[in-house]
Every structure is written in C-alpha cells, then in structure tokens.
C-alpha cells in the first residue's frame, strides 16, 4: 500500500482548534502568500498557477490557470465566484474548508482576484450550512479590519469587496451558469454552454471566474511554495494533492488529504491510515469513484490510481472526490433507485429529456423495488436513458443544457450492466407473486 | 410582524449595496424575512420587491425555486434527515422512520405542538458521518435512535438554545466598514483594475 509522505496542503489547520480564527492562520504562514503576490505582478501570480497545473476540484476537473486564461482581453470589470454549494452526493470537503480553515479560502480569493483582475468576489455558501456561513462571516470581518480584504489591501493598489452570499437549497445551483443565475437573484436554472461560458460571459454577461472552494484553497500553498512544488507532487496530469471523502460500509470512513496521482483506490479504501477496508467480515460490492454523477467502479478498478486520465479512460471520474463504498449486503436495485430519485427531485425542469426522463426513470424503478416490476421495464429503463444520453457512453453525449440529466443515467449503466440479474430476479418474484395468489387479480399491466 | 422591521431593513439596505445589482440581494433578504417570522410571508415578499425594484411575482418565482424557504407556518425546529446514497447504506431510511413514528409524522408534516417538522433530505455534505440529520439547519452526525429521542425531549425541553429558531441561518453577519470598503463594481465599471494597469517595477 502506498501512503505518501508528502505535506498537508490544504487541511493541515483542520485539526487546530484556533486554525480559523485570523491570529491562528498568522501564526501558521497565513497571509504570507497574499504579502508575497503583491510584491509580483498579476501574470507572475497567474504563471505559477499554470505551472503548478492545479486541476479544479469542483468536478470536472479543468485546469484553473487555463481557465482563468479564458477570459477575453481588455474586457472590464471581471466577477469571481466562488464555489461554495457542495451538495454532489458523497461529497464532504469543501464544508470542512470552509469550517474549519475560512481565512485559507479568503487568501486564495484574493489571490485569484488580483492574479485575473476581478473588482469582486462573491462567496457563495450552500445555504444548509449555517456553521460555515458564520465561520466565514467572523473570518471576513477580521480580514476586513486587518487590512487584508477591501480597499488597498496592504497599503497596496489592489481592492476587493468578498461578498458572502448564501444559496437556498438547490442541487442544480453547484451547477455554474445556474451559481451565476441564483447570484443575480434567479431562480437557479444553467444557461446554455455556448455562449454563456462564464469566462466570457458570466455574472450580469461579464467575464467571470467560476471556482470551486477546495481549488481556491490551494492557491496560498501554490504561491508560498512555488507552482513547481506542486507540480512536483502528483503524477501525469493530476498535481498536487487532494480531499477524498470516503464513506458508506468502510470500517473508518473519514475525510483524508492524499496525494493525486500515486495513491490508488485500494489505498484510499483499505490502508489502516485512511478508510480501514471493508466492515466487518464483507466484501466489496461496488464504489461510487467521484460522487452520485459518476459511473460506478469494482473490485478490478481498485488498484488505479487517484488520476483524472487514468479514471476517465476506465469510464468514470473523480469528480468531487466523493467515494462511495457498497459491501454485499447493498441492494443494487434500491441504490440506484436513490440516486437517480436524487436527479428527479433536484432537476432544474427546463430540459424535456431531463424533466421527464430523470422523473420516468424513478418511476420504473421504484415500481421493480416494489414489486411490480414488468419484464419490459429494463429495455425501457435503458431506451429512456437513451433518450438523455444518447448511446449511454462515457464520457456522456447529452440531449440536455446542462449535465445533470445525463448523470442520473450514470447509476443505471452501472447497476444494470453489472447486477442485470438483481433487476431481473426483483422483476421475477413480482410477477411469481402475481401468479401464486389468484387468478381473479387484475393483470400486472393494469397495475401500475 | 410581517414586514420587515425598521433594524432588518437597515440590515437589508447594507445587504442590498454589496451587490452591483439590488436583485442580487433578493435570496439574501428572503433569508432575512425567513429569519425574522420563520417562513416568507406574503407582505415580506412585495416589501422585498419594492427594495429591489422588481415585482412581487418575480420574488415569488425565484423564492419558489429553492427549497428552504417555506410560505406556510413550519415547526420551531426543522429537522431534516439525509436518505441519500452514503446515509442510506447505513441506516439512514431507518433513522427516518424512526423519526416518523417518534414524532408521529410523515415528511413534510408539522407536529401539533408546533414545534417539530421532518424533513427526507438530500445529501447534507456529512457522509462519511451518516446516518446524519440537521435541526435548523445544525448538524448532527451519526445519531442512533437513542439519540433522537433524547434530542427531541431536550427540545421539547428547551435545553437547546444553541439552535436558534427556524429561519436563523448564521448569527454572524458580515460587516463591511465604510472605510474599508471596495466598492461594489458595476458591469457599467469598464476601467480597468488599477493594480493590473501598474508597470511591473512600481509592483515590486
Ligand atoms: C449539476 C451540477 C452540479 C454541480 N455542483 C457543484 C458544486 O456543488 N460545487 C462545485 O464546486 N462545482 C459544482 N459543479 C461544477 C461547476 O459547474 C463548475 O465546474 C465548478 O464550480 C468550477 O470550479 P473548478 O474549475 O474550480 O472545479 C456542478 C456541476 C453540475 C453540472
Ligand atoms: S439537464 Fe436538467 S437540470 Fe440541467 S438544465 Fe436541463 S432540466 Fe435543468
Ligand atoms: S449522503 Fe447523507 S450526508 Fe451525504
């Protein structure tokens, strides 16, 4: 097992019980990267980004130096939004970053704005978390009276308003384009992709950086110790280091910063330092690699290593960094039925495909939970998430504006082509069930 | 009360110049007026859309969209339980029905005292903590049904005045001192940014 000795980057104040207050980030380096950039020049702070090759955390996994690249010169003013609504089922990080070490995301904030130009900030919390609201709210205000946030920071030319803003409860507002609608106080539903790409046209249609929370995080490290550290950590494309939540039938499920690229499945899953293995005497069933969106994995995928090439070649992703671990014992029927009930509830509704089918999907699914099942429903689960996706593939084709109606037909795939006879098996007791208790019953056609 | 007091409207307008935009604002007052009377009344909402410039129809249709805001009377303590995919694999299903039967009502019900109301949630970015639930939006992680019952008798009690009552999100705001504010900056704000126009030496 491999268990790299490489630093804490971003959680190493978690377990400090004064790590969020402003004297305790002083006292550990906190700030020293925001002095430091501002004695470079933007596209300095910028070049060290590129070279450290900092993935984005948020799930797809872009490279933040490209993107912030993207916006269109001599545009004016630049937006930065932060990222801050996790709600990927499995996912456990960006709360944690936000809890536990609110001036570390404040100082890449501004890092970022200084770096890109942008004359504000909004920090945009998911509105279920009222401890991190408030962690940064404190956090904020001392900043702010410290002289480290808002007009010339430092005694310098450099000013910028961070504004904490709170979601509502709504999944598809992680979504960035529906972030960008919820910010100018829509109801949260995505823009299409082009020509809404926030870089070029983001909030009120000017350039704006989108950015997930633990991406942002990184960035004092990048800056206090050089993009080529960073880089140097890692493998192939994916630097650095990064959170994994590891949860569901693990024996010490736990919230773990591993280094990208070298540490593998099997690690994260059994190594006695992270999640400890399998509970009890159980055995591996499956594991959901990178949040509900992503296809599922199995006991041949455990030894790949945490790398986005690698784990989107094997046909998933490492999304939010949420992996979900499924002994024997789970019911594939019932966990799919879950996760895609997820999508149905959390669809924006302003795609056909994705409003109707995501809501199909959970139908038939629940009537083969609940034994009612019809021998036709497995063709017809696959055609309606044909009609999302067309040709179900990987990396997912999409009918819809924006991803999420694709990713309810991730756990379908999965389940389906792997534990087909778990489906079928369900299917078949029902319509035993029918046939055993009498023949005046109506028919199961006319049941559902 | 139902519009919002002569403080919350001190506390809106300092909310409402952050924003380049008044609407901008609209999810954060809403979230006031819910703190305020424990949901979002009718008066609150065209109070809203005079301060923001935009019609009572508008704030009723984003404030429609997002699920924590609640337009009937709700109970003092929201208790929301995750059935997602972590939670379920261990017991969450389980702790909800429990809950169910304790509290002697299904999802989206109020008790008769007025005090509980159950949510089935989404995942609440707790996982590797499940089964979890929040109350008023308080996490508490890996609860046995022991622990909910005993929870709910101090409620009941009311030796919980660490949980605010529904509405109250955190009891910390953000505060920008005059003097030390930015500006918001305007899409009509075309300059640009000082610090990225400065020739390198004078950076240095
Ligand atoms: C349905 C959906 C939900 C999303 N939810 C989140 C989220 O909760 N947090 C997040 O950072 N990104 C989320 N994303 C990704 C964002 O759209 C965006 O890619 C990301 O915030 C960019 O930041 P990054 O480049 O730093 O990763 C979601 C995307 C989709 C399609
Ligand atoms: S795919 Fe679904 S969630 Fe996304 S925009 Fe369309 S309807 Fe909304
Ligand atoms: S699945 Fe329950 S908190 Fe994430």
Redesign the pocket.
Known sequence: MTVTDVPKIISSRFDDPVGHTLAGYEATGGYLALRQALGMSPAAVHDEVKTASLLGRGGAGFPAGVKWGLTPADVWPRYLVVNGDESE????KDRLLMERDPHQLIEGVLLACYAVGCGQAFLYVRGEMAFAQERLAVALNEAYAAGYVGKSILGSDFSVDVVLTWGAGAYIVGEETALIESLEGNRGMPRLKPPFFPAAKGLYLQPTIVNNVETLANLPWIITNGGEAFAAMGAEGSKGTRIFAV?GHVRTPGVFEVEYGVTTFRDLIYAPVYAGGIRGDHTLKAFIPGGASAPWFFEEHLDLPLEKGAVDRAGSMLGSGAVVVMDETTDAVKACLRIVRFFARESCGKCTPCREGTTWLENILQRIYDGYGRPSDLDLLLDVSDNISPGIAWPPKQTTICPLGPSAVSPIASALTRFRPEFEAAILRAEEARLSVSVDLPKASARA | MARLTPDNVTVAREIIGRYPRPKSALIQLLHLAQQQDGRVTDEAMSQIAEMVGVTSAEVLGTASFYEMFKFEPVGRYMVNI???????LLG?EELLHHAEHRLGIVPGQTTADGLFTIEDV??????T????LQVNYRYFHQITHDQFDELVDDLKAGRRDDIPPHGTLARVRQHIPADRRAGAVTPEDTDVPVWMTAPEEAQA
Do not use: K, Q
Not at chain 2, 82 to 88: E, K, P, V, W, Y
Not at chain 2, 129 to 132: F, G, V
């Open positions: 089922p499995g996912t456990y949860s | 995750c059935t997602n995919i972590s939670c379920l969450g989404e995942c609440i970015a707790a996982c903590e499940a089964p979890c």
